[in-house]
């Protein structure tokens, strides 16, 4: 669990414009008796859920802030609160004994003071039964209750439970939010880096870390990136040689070709004089500028558009080897001219 201070400050570098409504509609006395949060991964569901709890039980709030050091914050940054139910996934799902469980708990009078509140986890999770369930509960609030809903696929939460809660949606993090969020997860500030031009979930940026993966796969391309706008023939043998036993499954072959868009990304970026911070292959920044001196901008533009078509190609069930090997062949008239 995170420390008690933790969550407002985790807030305002990740959300700072819902953490500021959520101050403004409690301090109104306007809280609602139901929310679904909804965002990617990581966007900060859990944070805002926690730090509106603390907010609501805090014994000492000064200037819209829970203390984070009081007794009732405390215990809730340890999940510790008798007042506060969290239900999460058992298993794969959301169970309906669960849900019933939490009705149970909410049937009983506040063990402290007349407030109540319970967090649902990975709600998107729920299973049919469990869903219908709680809706019956969230139509009839008893009591002084509040329900968070947290997901990170809100499709997959039921329409009726969704008219029958606030959504809010949480815009994804911007860059040095993100980098940010890898870094306390124990990623390398390069390997965030690059990994925040991939995906805004911890979970799977560690997974395309598993076995040095990502940086073979990005050395990789690079090689072949390097070659293939030089027109060099051995770009077309990497393909098959060096890239396609990279791509262990669709997934891995879906990164590869973000991968590939995004050093085309990185190229116009540089070329443009657009902040370089944002690059994805920052390790390759001295070598990209090298190469944006060489090229047009409608070369730039047109090769860009090319590997942005390739997961489209990819989705028509063309091969992986296939879909490189044209994108290779079809960028060599491209750059031809500067050779």
Not at 24 to 30: D, L, R, S, T, Y
Not at 33 to 44: D, I
Not at 255 to 275: K, N, P, R, S, W
Not at 289 to 297: F, I, M, W
Request: glycine share 4%; proline share 4%; net charge negative.
């Amino acid at each position: 669990m995170a420390t008690t201070e933790s969550f407002a400050q985790t807030l305002a570098a990740k959300q700072p414009r819902l953490l500021a409504a959520f101050k403004h509609i409690i301090a109104q006395n306007h809280l609602a008796h139901a929310y679904l949060l909804a965002g990617m991964e990581g966007a900060g569901q859990p944070e805002l859920a926690h730090w509106i709890a603390q907010r609501l039980f805090c014994l000492h709030v000064k200037d819209g802030e829970p203390d984070g050091t009081c007794e009732e914050c405390v215990r809730i940054a340890n999940g510790s609160h008798p007042d506060i139910v969290t239900v999460a996934p058992e298993g794969q799902r959301i169970h309906v004994d669960q849900v019933r469980y939490l009705k149970a708990e909410f049937s009983k009078s506040a063990v402290e003071g007349n407030r109540k509140l319970f967090i649902i986890n990975d709600a998107e999770k729920m299973t049919a039964s469990a869903a219908n369930s709680l809706l019956k509960f969230i139509e009839e609030p008893s009591g002084n209750v509040t329900a968070l809903l947290l997901t990170t696929n809100k499709q997959l939460i039921l329409p009726t439970i969704i008219s029958r809660t606030q959504v809010i949606e949480f815009p994804p993090l911007n860059a040095q939010a993100l980098q940010q969020t890898f870094e306390q997860a124990g990623i390398a500030p390069n390997q965030a880096q690059m990994l925040r031009g991939l995906t805004n979930s911890v979970t799977q940026a560690q997974a395309l870390l598993v076995d040095d993966w990502l940086p073979q796969a990005a050395q990789a391309l690079w090689r072949w990136f390097d070659q293939a706008v030089k027109g060099d023939p051995r770009s077309f043998v990497a393909v098959q040689v060096n890239l396609v036993g990279l791509a262990k499954d669709a997934d891995h072959q879906l990164v590869m070709l973000d991968l590939i868009a995004a050093l085309f990304q990185d190229l116009l970026q540089l070329h443009f004089e657009v902040a370089a911070t944002a690059l994805t292959f920052g390790q390759y920044q001295k070598e990209l500028a090298g190469l944006t001196a060489e090229v047009s901008d409608e070369q730039l533009i047109a090769a860009t558009e090319l590997a942005l078509t390739a997961k489209r190609q990819l989705a028509s069930n063309i091969s992986f080897q296939n879909v490189l090997e044209g994108l290779t062949l079809k960028l060599w008239p491209i750059f031809q001219t500067n050779a």
